[in-house]
């Protein structure tokens, strides 16, 4: 009975099992710029990013089909060209970041959905907006691993000046120059990131595995590197949850694995240790000193 | 004597709004300077051209041989994220940038420098506290311990007392005083005359302009105490365009 549920779609379907490794692949790429989004208040930057990208995905889909390479490098020209256009707007003008993001991503989506409402039928809609985690090629798989690989190495790099720039901005700006390019870089893997969970998750539901566990660990670590080790271990285990939920009742995966995730989000609400809803009703003893 | 500092007809404003004016003036090397002034006298924004976060609207600062790297500042209101999960520890590490760079590993030496600096300041057994749960005199002590380890040959300081109780401000004067007797330029924007009186040997009276600077006892006197704020109301007025800006 349990080895029905949990293993055998997983030893029967090699779709599920290159599902699967796909979730894992962006689940340990996309969960740590996750924490860093949530650490820097900038949670709802990564949504804004998911919705601007999805020209640049459009227009590569009309010019070369579902040619992977085309879509990834539309995505990311259209997602950096909205984060540059952003910053280079705030450095310069009397407009805050959040404004000028929202400005450029809103029209970034509305450009999006015009091409491809144009140019596209809805079902290529869905396909760009919803993901198709079941239908991972190896193709897939190896540019998902290949971009999440390459995004854990340069936050491992930058680990240091992106502490720095989100815990105290103003001193790093003091002692050093790299301030601008660790916002920079970062914006860049946030847009990655969600390059790649795109093609398995769709623009829409990439950003959820971004930011949903990163807000369930902290209800339940405090250190960085324990917060990034509790948001990765709930994104893959959402995965694993999301992906049986979706084929034992038939339901769409990338939504599955997200409402999973928010099923893991809204239980630490609750029952988190680090300032959830049962710790604030049923405090601990507080120390001696 | 040489100086740290050279105002050359330094100009900084907000908005082209000068809050500093056509300043002018030496800070010399060594010097423990208390910058003072009534509320909008162009104090911080001074320290914020020191710094270089403000580009002068018209003049400039010749700093001698000090390069930029050589200057720590800690401003009115540190921009320190409370909320951040790091320990004090982290933090005060923060000051060993300038060794250590974004990228190059700890050392035991460096672990060691970091313990003295946090004993300095009287933060023993805090090392593994979150910042979070510091309170404003024990997070300005941490931010002294990050200076100390900074290193630096002119320190700024932007109202370092304000919101720290007697013992706190006793045990921060005498980390500044360190820093005197090592040779180190100090500048500190302060408000409590009394303060300046006991432990500044010179001051700096602005009031958007220059008022006096100088050996403190004769900057502190009540006639330019009341020309600064004379000086300061006559700022209120409707404004004018003047300097390059001008048509």
Known sequence: ?289 | MTYALQFQGLTLGYDRHPAVHRLRGEIAEGSLTAIVGPNGAGKSTMLKGVIGTLRPLEGGIDFGGLTRSEIAYLPQQSDVDRSFPIVVADLVTMGLWREIGGFAGLRAAHHARVAEAIAAVGLEGFEKRPIGSLSGGQIQRALFARLLLQDARLVLLDEPFTAVDAKTMADLIGVVQRWHGEGRTVLAVLHDFDTVRDHFPRTMMLARELVAHGPTAQVLTAENQFRARQMCEACAGPPHTCGRNAA
Do not use: K
């Open chain 1, 1 to 289: 009975m349990i080895w029905e549920f949990l293993v055998q779609p997983f030893a029967d379907y090699g779709f599920m099992r290159r599902a699967l490794m796909g979730c894992i692949a962006i689940s340990v790429g996309a969960t740590p710029v996750g924490v860093f989004l949530m650490l820097r208040r900038m949670s709802l930057t990564g949504d804004a990013m998911a919705h601007a990208i999805l020209p640049g995905a459009a227009v590569g889909y009309l010019i070369a089909g579902l040619s992977l390479g085309a879509m990834t490098i539309g995505g990311l020209i259209a997602g950096m060209t909205v984060a540059l256009l952003a910053g280079f707007v705030t450095r310069v003008t009397a407009l805050r970041e959040d404004t000028s993001l929202a400005a450029f991503y809103l029209i970034s989506l509305a450009v999006g959905v015009l091409i491809v409402s144009t140019r596209g039928s809805n079902v290529d809609l869905m396909r760009v907006l919803f993901g198709t985690v079941l239908a991972l090629d190896d193709a897939a798989l190896v540019l998902l691993s290949s971009i999440t690989s390459v995004s854990v190495f340069a936050l491992a790099v930058l680990f240091r000046p992106l502490v720095l720039e989100c815990a105290d901005p103003q001193f790093l700006r003091s002692v050093s120059g790299l301030s601008a390019m660790a916002h920079f870089t970062f914006l860049a893997l946030v847009v990655l990131n969600l390059v790649a969970g795109f093609h398995a998750l769709g623009t829409l539901m990439a950003v959820g595995i971004m930011i949903l566990p990163a807000a369930a660990a902290r209800f339940w670590a405090v250190g960085i590197g324990a917060l990034i080790a509790v948001a990765v271990s709930v994104a893959m285990l959402s995965s694993l949850v999301g992906l049986l939920v979706s084929y034992h009742f038939s339901l769409p995966s990338g939504p599955a694995i997200i409402l999973v995730a928010g099923l893991a989000y809204a239980l630490s609400l609750v029952f988190g240790p680090v300032g959830g809803l049962a710790e604030r009703v049923f405090p601990r003893r507080y120390l001696e000193a």
